[in-house]
């Protein structure tokens, strides 16, 4: 609305804005089986009709950065409902592309260049060659043996090359390395180094730890490490990056460009997109464009972005379109002299002197001519590096000696209308923006939203291919089981995050060797251990065997030292007295037990002997309160459960099964039952031995389940003290008043949900299951290249167990295949809600387990997949996240090979139709997804390869583990009508954000001594509770995480703070039948001075994502507990922001 707009005309809208919000509410009362429903509704609904307007305070804020103030409301809506406005859409070239890989000539993948040669009349062409040296932390060689070979030297030439000339310029990524070097280094060198970097001859781009990979990473542990490579460059350097620099991780996503926005980044540059995206981008001169989220109407999240033209990021490929004349000016290249590998083209290059100078500058020449034609300034870019390049003084000289000359030349002679010298990214984005302000008259310089004349841009750019039908779908699932691990390694560091920032302001160290300040060596290490594998071929599982074994075995022992520092941490919590050392008892241990870096991790048994007792503690490091059927493993199944108040509890005893073992009985039980943990909190529960139980104790024995067998071979016996029977039935359901499963009996496999309502007729989906498999003569780790359509594994046969109790219901298989059996099981579970009776997160989702073992040549060449076969007519569109951060429209094309139509699934999918029914498949580990036909979901869960893809690995796939994948199935139908269901922006549920964070985040158990029960009765030293929030958060508020910023600080400590409001969509029930969501952004609080029960905040300072840039304006806080400064510190985000804070604690 501009500001000329009436009053009236505004009132009008905002009427028609309240009557329609009030007819929604309506519909979600209804439909959500609210008690009193239709009275509540059409009271609501004339109440609404008379409310017409609403008033909210200004907003000032700077592009970017949070806002805090006083006193004021946020009325923005939940869901995100308008796109973005942009001049292209990756949906749009992917429409008009018709991808016929037609040869170019020299420029394989393009068309033979030309230019006029007036181009430059008005503004000459200015070339900034950027000298770099791409670091991989680990590939072929583990990160300290790239150090030790290659990088330590790299860094040391690049130092002593610019210090000879100033005209000398360089740039630097990986942070990862450069700690490394610092720890050798010697003093002068490290002065020259930040000498060169304050000076502008060297600069550091990105600055992450890594160059993270774009697919498979989750946003918590992309912004984790770039803000430890970030907090490291400002603490040593004291410089701060401005442009990022991403060469080679393997597609693109949206989430890096907005990451990088609100990070205060002014640039971006990427490589890795499809050949033909390029091509089509280059041919409308838009390879340099505005990259904004598809979400953001507002246009306050754009960053000007750079995309390199050609095949690679090596010399052959940067200068200009033809490689076999680019080549020869990689002068490392040189007969008898360099040690590169000689040209392929078979042109050399040749050192320049006075006679050959004038031949190969105007050679040089013509190729940046040409290459500048595919954008709109008159400012080139022109990398000038490869993988490990300027190991020795010898290349380096080699390489800016001979250009050196030729730019001398260029620059002697002006008719030819080029300047052309060294230079960085800044060098080169600044001289560009000055450029369009002089040709616009405008101040793009001052104004870094917008660089004018360029189009702006939403999508991503996955699934890359690099040439023919080659595309990079495979790494989505390459290594699964160290996926998985890295996503344990995040939820777990980000739980020791919480708990030391909590553990620090009760305990107050005097010293490192104080409590829990004798942990943060450990918290930085599993920091940088976690940033270390998000390098692009670290999680993406494209590294040599041994290479791998490196990264598990560092996240390996970053989580044992992790569950050491919470196990310590809940005790001194709990404790009532100080944090004194001889207080400690070491009292708690994990839950789980991690013997070795390639082994699943394996519950420990409770073991009890008569009238004894252990304690259980549960960390729920969510934002919400949680309610789950919570399970843990005993070797005596007579026990009972008691709460916190030790009250008695209604739990479930069932077998343990053996994955897929012949002897499924393992002789192990789990014991299930209900448990209620607070929001950041902790709540002990008490397992007991039923015999001798202290007096005064009401003992409810646990139940046990009763086990329904299928398909029973002589192999299996009924588990002592428990009931089985043999059945026969054909289709199988099981049930938790929410909703039904059906199942075939013969297979085991799914067959259908039926969600039960309240008021209305349930609804039922096909959902039929099958676990398959392609053959892939040529995949590899990088390619997915089947040989064909998927075929069945699954055979009727397979035993099946179905487990029926108060607490939960499952239905267990082992897979007969066609390929053999024993390698594969697969079990889907219901949860049933507490006592109360209350709709849980946990009650309206179906937990799924993959148990996978390729482990043997049968599985050779094979790549297993999950499918999901639906009665939704989605259209073959479906939807998936970019990672956890955000989801995009996919649609499956017939012009592109069936591995193109794969794409990354990092924790979410879902396929919907125009009636409102929509299935979503929630993933705890990142996987590779598509929807071949209308109304499918596949997903692959890992694959055995024996031939490496051509990609320089140089090995096969063939290091597969044993592991487990966990899926949450969600099916929903939308309470309201619904927008079109091929829409470019639809967004999850909020019932569907919320099963994804309890899925990615669970909850943490920790197993007390055992003892005497009457001597835990007694026990009064130690609390059976604890939360950190003082105030709920609304239920569209998401904790992405708070931590220390510096751990080892024992005074003036300084947090970080991150929060994001989700987008969701409110055309579903905003709880999703659940009795748990009260309150939402637009109408709560919150502030931060207050939010933490434990926290004393006295400054709130809004900062970018990284904590680098801070908010001119500060908050003054609290002073002292109870003090009241009623209005201030109040945050307010927009739907999908993240949004960062410093908090200082008194």
């Avoid at 000539?105 to 040296?133: C, I, M």
């Avoid at 680019?326 to 000689?342: I, K, P």
């Avoid at 108060?806 to 239905?811: C, Y």
């Avoid at 708070?1042 to 929060?1059: F, N, T």
Wanted: with cysteine; net charge neutral.
């Amino acid at each position: 609305m501009t500001a000329s707009s009436s009053s009236g005309s505004s009132s009008g809208r905002r009427k028609v804005r309240v009557i329609q919000r009030r007819h929604r509410l309506v519909y979600e009362i209804l439909d959500c089986g609210v008690r009193g429903g239709i009275v509540l509704a059409l009271l609501l609904l004339v109440v609404g009709m008379a409310i017409y307007s609403w008033s909210a305070d200004p907003i000032v804020s700077m592009p970017g950065m949070p806002t805090i103030r006083s006193g004021a409301r946020d009325h923005s809506p939940s869901r995100v409902q308008l796109e973005a406005v942009v001049d292209i859409s990756t949906k749009e070239l992917y429409d008009a592309i018709a991808f016929e890989n037609k040869a170019g000539g020299a420029w394989t993948q393009g068309w033979a260049v030309k230019y006029r040669g007036d181009e430059w009349n008005r503004e000459k062409l200015k070339v900034f060659v950027v000298p770099h040296s791409h670091n991989d932390p680990g590939w072929l060689r583990t990160v300290e043996e790239y150090y030790q070979e290659r990088t330590k030297h790299i860094l040391s030439t690049v130092v002593g090359a610019l210090r000879k000339d100033p005209r000398r310029k360089f740039i630097w990524e990986e942070m990862s390395y450069l700690h490394r070097w610092w720890q050798d280094a010697s003093d002068s060198e490290k002065q020259d180094f930040i000498r060169l970097v304050k000076s502008g001859q060297l600069e550091v781009v990105g600055g992450g730890w890594v160059m993270n990979d774009e697919a498979n990473s989750h946003h918590f542990a992309i912004i984790e490490q770039i803000t430890a490579g970030n907090l490291w460059l400002r603490d040593t350097i004291g410089v701060t990056p401005r442009n990022a620099w991403a060469i080679d991780p393997f597609g693109h996503s949206a989430t890096m460009a907005y990451l990088l926005r609100r990070m205060g980044f002014a640039n971006m540059l990427i490589q890795r997109t499809h050949y033909e995206v390029k091509k089509e981008l280059a041919q409308r001169q838009s390879l340099e464009f505005m990259w904004r989220q598809g979400w953001d109407s507002a246009n306050s999240t754009a960053i000007f972005c750079h995309m390199m033209p050609f095949y690679s990021y090596d010399i052959p490929h940067t200068c200009g379109p033809e490689p076999a004349v680019c080549c020869q000016f990689d002068y490392w290249r040189l007969v008898r002299v360099g040690q590169a590998q000689r040209c392929p083209w078979g042109y050399n290059p040749e050192e320049i002197n006075e006679g050959n100078v004038r031949e190969r500058a105007m050679l040089l020449l013509d190729q940046y001519r040409k290459k500048s034609t595919l954008y709109r300034s008159n400012t080139l870019l022109v990398p000038l590096g490869d993988d490990f390049r300027y190991v020795t003084p010898q290349e380096a000289e080699l390489q800016f000696t001979n250009y050196q000359a030729i730019f001398d030349y260029i620059s002697a002679h002006p008719e030819l209308k080029a300047s052309v010298q060294f230079g960085t990214l800044e060098d080169y984005f600044s001289t560009l923006r000055d450029e369009v302000a002089r040709s616009t008259k405008s101040s793009s310089r001052a104004n870094e939203d917008e660089v004018p004349g360029f189009p702006s841009l939403s999508g991503d750019f996955f699934t890359y291919a690099d040439r023919m039908h080659d595309y990079w779908s495979g790494y989505y699932v390459s290594r699964p089981f160290y996926k998985a691990v890295d996503r344990v390694l995040e939820h777990t560091l980000r739980a020791a995050n919480i708990l030391y920032v909590f553990t620090h302001a009760k305990c107050r160290p005097k010293d490192t060797s104080s409590f829990p300040a004798s942990y943060s060596n450990a918290i930085v290490s599993a920091s940088q251990n976690l940033a270390l594998f998000q390098h692009h071929d670290g999680v993406t599982g494209t590294a040599r065997d041994h290479v791998v074994e490196d990264y598990g075995t560092r996240m390996h022992t970053s989580l044992v030292e992790l569950q050491a520092f919470m196990a310590a941490s809940v005790e001194a919590l709990l404790l009532q007295q100080q944090c004194k050392s001889e207080n400690f008892r070491q009292w708690y241990e994990p839950e789980e037990s991690r013997s070795k870096f390639n082994m699943l991790a394996v519950k420990k048994s409770v073991r009890l002997a008569s009238g004894q007792a252990r304690r259980v503690v549960f960390f729920n490091p969510l934002e919400e309160a949680v309610e789950h059927v919570v399970m843990v493993v005993v070797d005596d199944p007579a026990v009972c459960v008691f709460g916190p108040s030790w009250a008695s509890v209604d739990s479930q005893i069932s077998p343990e099964w053996d994955e897929t073992g012949s002897n499924l009985s393992t002789g192990r039980h789990r014991l299930h039952w209900t448990a209620l943990v607070p929001a950041l909190g902790l709540a002990t529960f008490f397992v007991s031995s039923a015999e001798g139980v202290a007096d005064g104790s009401s003992c409810k024995r646990a139940v046990p389940a009763r086990i329904r067998v299928f398909n029973s071979d002589d192999k299996f016996s009924c588990p002592n003290g428990y009931s089985c029977s043999l059945e026969t039935v054909e289709t199988l359901e099981i049930t938790n008043g929410f909703q039904t499963l059906g199942f075939d009996s013969t297979t085991g496999m799914l067959r259908s949900i039926q969600i039960s309502k309240a008021a209305s007729p349930s609804t039922l989906v096909a959902v039929e299951e099958d676990v398959a498999y392609y053959s892939s003569a040529g995949s590899g780790a990088y390619l997915f290249l089947p040989d064909g359509e998927a075929k069945s594994l699954v055979q009727a046969g397979g035993l099946v167990l179905v487990t029926e109790g108060r607490a939960m219901q499952e239905v267990h298989v082992v897979l007969k295949t066609s390929i053999g059996g024993g390698e594969l099981s697969r079990s889907a579970r219901l949860y049933h809600s507490g006592a109360t009776g209350r709709k849980s997160v946990q009650a309206l989702s179906v937990e799924i387990n993959y148990h996978v073992a390729l482990l043997d040549h049968r599985f050779n060449n094979k790549e297993i997949i999950a499918r999901f076969k639906t009665g939704i007519d989605s259209g073959r569109v479906f939807h998936s996240d970019l990672n956890g951060f955000q989801t995009i429209r996919r649609e499956t094309y017939d012009k592109i090979p069936l591995q193109g139509n794969y794409y990354p699934m990092p924790s979410l999918a879902f396929v919907q139709d125009s009636r409102g029914k929509r299935f979503s498949v929630h993933s705890r580990q990142a996987l590779g997804v598509a929807s071949l036909q209308t109304g499918w979901l596949e997903v692959m869960l890992d694959r055995r390869l024996t031939q490496d893809d051509g990609r320089g690995l140089g090995q096969g796939v063939m290091d597969n583990r044993p592991l487990n994948i966990v899926f949450q199935l969600l099916l929903e139908e939308n309470v309201t009508s619904s927008a079109s269901f091929h829409q470019k922006l639809s967004v999850p549920s909020l019932l569907s954000h919320r099963v994804g964070a309890q899925l990615n985040y669970p909850m943490h158990a920790f197993l007390g001594k055992i003892v005497e029960s009457s001597v835990v009765i007694q026990e009064t030293s130690m609390d059976t509770q604890w939360s950190s929030l003082a105030s709920a958060f609304p239920c569209d508020l998401h904790l992405v995480g708070i931590k220390a910023l510096r751990p080892s600080q024992l005074e003036d400590v300084e947090y970080g703070l991150l929060l994001q409001r989700r987008g969701w969509d409110e055309s579903y029930c905003r709880k999703g039948g659940t009795d748990s969501c009260s309150t939402l952004a637009t109408s709560a609080k919150v502030d931060l001075h207050s939010t933490f029960s434990n926290l004393v905040v006295s400054k709130v300072t809004p900062s970018s994502l990284n904590f680098l840039h801070d908010h001119a304006e500060t908050l003054p806080g609290r002073k002292g507990a109870g003090a009241s400064a009623a209005g201030i510190g109040i945050v307010e985000m927009s739907p999908m922001e993240i949004q960062a804070y410093k908090l200082m604690v008194e």
